[in-house]
């Protein structure tokens, strides 16, 4: 019950096209759901995150849609350019202090010319 | 710029040879974790400090320890270190507080030889 699926585990997108990026997740008392970005030899960012009271949440480019009777969140990156070339991880957190994140297990995204 | 600093970034060990890694941070946050992240894995919390209470995960072997010295310090300790043990080593900070951004440093990447 404390899993986050996420795929898909690999994806390889035109430049200019759209990366969709898709988690689901069991847990009820999860409410905050972050994307972290992470690059190679970096450790991951917090890239964008939503709470289940919006649908969506657009920040430039990255959007994330919110589907909170199907349990599924996922991450839209318009417009995929080779800088968006990194690995993504869902993550999921209740709402008590301080409790830890649960991560998917991350997609590798590889935006190609 | 207020940052998330950990030494060394590579570091190489003997197997049974104990190993210490470090991280400090300017931000100033009273929670630091330590994480392990293994290739195309998530990463995997190991435990974590709201300011000096340790905090240690149920599936955390033994093998590791942490100290926090002080706000700025966090040091890992792998006292015997075995081949599965090679890895890369996150750490994070955050205030106090619910669904708080983990900021990540760098990492350590472990080699066990």
């Known amino acids: 019950q404390q899993q986050v699926k996420q795929s898909p585990q690999s994806l390889i997108v035109q430049k200019g096209g759209i990366s969709i990026i898709n988690c689901a997740y069991e847990?009820?008392?999860?409410?905050?759901f972050p994307w972290y970005q992470q690059f190679p030899g970096k450790g991951p960012a917090l890239l964008i995150a939503i709470r289940p009271d919006v649908s969506e949440k657009k920040e430039g480019r990255f959007t994330i849609s919110f589907n909170k009777s199907a349990k599924q969140f996922s991450l839209h990156i318009m417009d995929s350019q080779p800088g968006d070339s990194a690995t993504y991880f869902c993550a999921a957190q209740g709402n008590f202090g301080n409790e830890k994140l649960t991560f998917g297990t991350g997609t590798r995204l590889t935006i190609i010319p | 710029d207020a940052m998330v600093i950990q030494n060394p970034r590579y570091q190489v060990t003997q197997f049974g040879k104990p190993v210490t890694l470090s991280c400090s941070q300017t931000l100033n946050h009273n929670v630091m974790y330590w994480y392990q992240q293994k290739s195309s894995q998530a990463p995997k919390l190991l435990f974590h400090?709201?300011?000096?209470?340790?905090?240690n995960e149920a599936d955390t072997p033994d093998n590791f320890q942490s100290r926090r010295p002080n706000t700025s310090f966090c040091f890992l300790d792998i006292r015997s270190p075995g081949l599965g043990d090679a890895a890369m080593y996150l750490c994070?900070?955050?205030?106090?507080?619910?669904?708080?951004?983990?900021?990540f440093g760098p990492g350590t990447r472990l080699l066990v030889l």
């Open positions: 847990n009820t008392a999860f409410d905050y």
């Open positions: 994070a900070t955050s205030t106090i507080g619910k669904q708080e951004t983990q900021y």
């Open positions: 400090y709201y300011d000096k209470d340790f905090n």
